[in-house]
């Protein structure tokens, strides 16, 4: 047996053994073919819902959320990098991550800042419980619907009052409600994701001769202020 083979023997069992070790001992694990992988969620800072693209950057790979808001990106080198996240309407997140274990985890809580593309707001009205339920719906300059925005604290303002016009050219007559009007988000909803109530026991109750109300509707919002006037408002007796 030549000097050279029993070299290379030698050296062959001691890779064997290396490797051998490394399955044995957690700590001496060597990343797979695969490499390290980043593992984490991304959410809206205001509900925990997810962010619609959501854009994440990490080491050279990025990938893209749309409903979901669970993300991995896997075939990492070890090591530290610089984590983004960005998305429309959103304040910008970066942190440092070090890739330690083969997964490491992290969870991103994106703080909303204001609504892309916003250019005026649409309002329905109808009766539920205990209240007049008000739906608003955000449009952009085409006058499409925005269905994909942060969860903001938005304020609101509202007049009612018997229509004394038409539906089309509402004219105010008996003032039945003027007041600050409460806004809550809806993420599950399709379209009219922000909702208002104005109770019923802050509303007057209308003449009998009655039959239509007008409402004069004003949503604040992080890039100003807007107005909708409805004319067709259902007004039901009170009890």
Known sequence: MSAQFKRWAKSSKTIVALAVISLLLPGCAVPSAQGYVLRGTVSDAANGMPVYKARIVFRGRTTTLFTTRSFTLSH?????????????GYAPFQKSVVLKGRETDVDVALQGMDVPGLAGILVWC???????????????????????????????????????????????????????????????????????????????????????????????????????IRGDVPLKAQD
Do not use: C
Not at 76 to 86: A, D, I, Q, S, W
Not at 162 to 191: C, H, I, M
């Open 76 to 88: 990492l080198p070890r090591g530290e990098g610089v984590l983004k996240v960005e998305a429309d």
């Open 126 to 228: 109808s009766w539920e419980a205990g209240a007049l339920r008000i739906d608003i719906r955000l449009t952009d300059s085409a006058g499409l619907t925005l269905q994909h925005f942060p969860s903001l604290s938005f304020t609101a303002e509202a007049l009612l009052a018997v229509n004394l016009g038409s539906e089309s050219s509402p004219r105010q007559g008996t003032l039945l409600f003027k007041g600050a009007v409460p806004v809550s988000y809806d993420p599950l909803a399709l379209l009219d994701r922000l909702k208002g109530r104005i109770p019923r026991a802050s509303i007057a109750r209308p003449p009998t001769s009655a039959s239509r109300g007008m409402l004069e509707f004003m949503l604040n919002t992080p890039q100003g202020s807007f107005r909708w």
